[in-house]
């Protein structure tokens, strides 16, 4: 029988839940477990395909081209759990299961309810991720307990120790345990009330894990247990990890929530194999070298929106024992002020992706002031066809060149949109998406990054290089060094007479992680770290 474990939240959003989930995973596998991971998202949209960045952070893609929250990005970084579409639930897509199920007559003329008809399909989504070749479920649930969107998930996994036995379900709850400065003081309260309503709707948290900006002491986890009626022991303090989030699965480990799990959840689990893993925090607490990068973007004020790219710098930064100071640069502003001003002194420029025209100039000046400057670059997506679209106006003398995307009748659409886009309607889940093969030319500087001549990577766009324009490109010295099995279309583009400028399609931050940093992402840094060392000794 697979374990299902609950992951829930309380008093306030953005604790760390995702971040906590992908942890105890990691944990668990390391014990020789077989963990697969879900997030269940209680707003109505579908996926998060057509929201915001400001609303909802990156879309992160899986393989299978589905468009889901960035938790799995989480998930994906910190363990090996096979991800697919079945990984992210959304209200939107349960209710539309539900719907076409009804419009099918398969309720046989039935009134259709929440209950049972949407929390049934809710087990099913949960349950559908069990299998003989599956330990452990864990199913996080966004949002907290109180939000009215977040009810029939919580009573779908309400019931779902009734289905299975409660010796196969454990529920851990994540709350907050404020500091107020002004009484010098923790403040529990918060953390029963939560553990309160959770309880009126009829879940008991086997484990409380409590968030706090310091130690809140043996007394106050004493008293959480007492008023929440949870063991002493599964109340475990979570204090806030000021230098890095992979720090997360050692305080875990230090208070034992992995041998908690183990033998609330009756596994039969191997000692903790966790060497890399300390390894690998020793090289972040003890960096040899920092570089610094510009990830000049529209979407910089929203941290979340760049989440994985953030992430893939500091693997990069990890394999080669250096800390990345990441300069987030607004790309309208640096339009305005110019790249001198923001981008002096920077050891290598990234540019990520992104739709619409907003931030697209300051895009391609800070892609022609690296190119012009010789400091290392990478464009990812939109980042790509920026610096497509720099080439031709500074280097093949095609001023007006452009993308169809921003301006449709410009004399040079350098950038067009795809053939098979140009019939579509409908804008959630119509993309380019997923995993495609890539081939890349021998001897390029992709080529050696990857060490090998064909790759899988994941796409999420619309637009492409325009393969009228591919000649000229090549013979004024952009070579496109990467393109799909039939050669159409250009996947990856490289500045040959440059210490290191290379721009790809696809989104390579969606394949890294700690302990296997994207080879992409370890050349850009890597070629960085060079610029910075080489100036540093000039200075010496």
């Not at 619409?356 to 800070?366: L, N, P, Q």
Request: proline share 5%.
């Amino acid at each position: 029988m697979t374990k299902h474990i609950f992951v829930t939240g309380g008093v306030v959003s953005a604790l760390g839940k995702g971040l906590t989930s992908a942890s105890i995973a990691m944990l668990l596998e390391s014990r020789g477990l077989r963990v697969q991971m879900q997030k269940l998202d209680p707003y109505i949209n579908v996926d998060p395909g057509t929201m915001s960045p400001y609303q909802h952070g990156e879309v992160y893609v899986l393989d299978d081209g589905s468009e889901t929250d960035l938790d799995l990005g989480h998930y994906e970084r910190f363990t090996n759990a096979p991800l697919s579409r079945g990984s992210n639930y959304t209200t939107g897509q349960i209710y539309l299961k539900v719907i076409e199920k009804e419009r099918r007559g398969e309720y046989l003329g039935k009134t259709v309810q929440v209950v049972p008809h949407v929390t049934n399909e809710i087990k099913n989504c949960i349950r559908g991720l069990g299998g003989p070749d599956v330990d452990v479920v864990i199913s996080e649930l966004g949002g907290t307990v109180g939000d009215i969107e977040g009810l029939p998930f919580l009573e779908a996994i309400r019931q779902i120790p009734l289905d299975i036995g409660k010796e196969n379900c454990l529920f851990i709850h994540l709350t907050l345990v404020p500091y107020l400065k002004a009484a010098r003081e923790v403040k529990t309260k918060p953390t029963q009330h939560s553990v309160q309503q959770l309880r009126e709707i009829g879940i008991q948290p086997d484990i409380l894990i409590v968030r706090c900006e310091k130690p809140i002491g043996a007394d106050n986890l004493e008293k959480i247990g007492m008023f929440c009626n949870v063991e002493k022991r599964a109340v475990i303090e979570e204090t806030d990890k000021t230098l890095s989030i992979y720090e997360v699965p050692q305080g875990l480990v230090e208070h034992g929530i992995d041998q908690l799990i183990v033998q609330k959840l009756g596994l039969k689990a191997g000692p903790l194999a966790m060497d890399d893993w300390w390894n690998m925090l020793n090289r972040i607490r003890n960096p040899e070298h920092e570089v610094t990068i510009a990830v000049v973007g529209k979407y910089i004020e929203h941290k979340d929106a760049y989440k994985s790219i953030y992430e893939s710098l500091d693997h990069a930064g990890f394999s080669h024992a250096s800390r990345v100071i990441v300069k987030r640069i607004e790309a309208e502003e640096l339009y305005e002020a110019g790249p001198e001003k923001l981008l002096s002194g920077v050891d290598g420029i990234l540019v990520p992706g992104g739709f619409g025209m907003r931030g697209v100039e300051g895009k391609i000046e800070a892609i022609r002031y690296a190119r012009q400057h010789d400091i290392p670059f990478f464009g990812i997506c939109l980042g790509m066809q920026c610096a497509v679209i720099e080439f031709a106006r500074n280097v093949l003398g095609h001023e007006e060149a452009n993308s169809t995307e921003f301006v449709a009748t410009t004399n040079h659409p350098v950038i067009c949109m795809l053939e098979d886009q140009k019939s579509v309607t409908h804008k959630g889940g119509t993309m380019r998406l997923g995993a495609q093969l890539c081939h890349l030319e021998a001897g390029s500087e992709a080529e050696k990054c990857y060490g090998k001549p064909v790759i899988s990577e994941r796409h999420r766009h619309r637009y492409e290089f325009n393969p009228e324009y591919k000649q000229q490109f090549v013979d004024a010295g952009m070579k496109i060094s990467g393109t799909s099995p039939n050669g159409t279309l250009a996947e990856i583009v490289e500045v040959s007479d440059h210490p290191w400028f290379l721009a790809v399609q696809f989104h390579p931050e969606f394949k890294s992680k700690p302990l296997s940093p994207h080879p992409l992402f370890r050349g850009f840094v890597e070629a960085a770290l060079n610029r910075h060392l080489a100036r540093t000794h000039a200075t010496v």
